[in-house]
């Protein structure tokens, strides 16, 4: 196993981080994403980075795991939640560390910001194994559901 390395996704890796939105949507909640609006989205986060970013884990140069960060204000805590969303890991990558290795540096990044007060996500009710995996990472179940009204995605 070649050594991991953790860093800030750049442009040029749009289409692949694309491409595991749309492995991910597919694997964890079986939706078929529409491939070009989904490239669109992630070049919009290279482009406008108030939007969010991303950051990658790869292995011999290739990426093989991801996650996107997105913002939430918080008035009660005057600063800002950072909230992980498109996680993926390459199926043959998985059980090796890539999940671990990227949530140690946004956490340590996190925690180095400043204006940071926490950390969220959310993941799909039933996919168990990453709720385990997000639970190791010490992470606890929030007291809250999710609503929403969605324009675009229709579920199966």
């Not at 749009?14 to 491409?19: P, R, S, Y």
């Amino acid at each position: 196993m070649a050594a991991m390395e953790i860093r800030t996704a750049v442009a040029a890796e749009a289409a692949t981080i694309a491409l595991f939105n749309t492995l991910m949507a597919q694997e964890t909640e079986a939706i078929k994403l529409d491939e070009s609006r989904v490239l669109a989205g992630v070049r919009t986060v290279f482009d406008r980075p108030e939007r969010g970013w991303y950051l990658v884990a790869l292995e011999s140069g290739e990426v093989v795991g991801q996650l996107m960060v997105t913002f939430e204000w918080s008035d009660w805590r005057n600063g800002v939640f950072w909230w992980i969303q498109s996680v993926y890991v390459k199926p043959e990558a998985r059980g090796r560390g890539v999940y671990k290795a990227l949530y140690a540096e946004l956490m340590r990044r996190a925690r180095e910001d400043g204006g940071v007060c926490g950390v969220r996500l959310y993941v799909e009710k039933h996919n168990q194994r990453a709720q385990e995996v997000y639970a190791r990472q010490g992470m606890r179940r929030a007291d809250y559901d999710l609503f929403e009204v969605d324009f675009v995605l229709t579920r199966p």
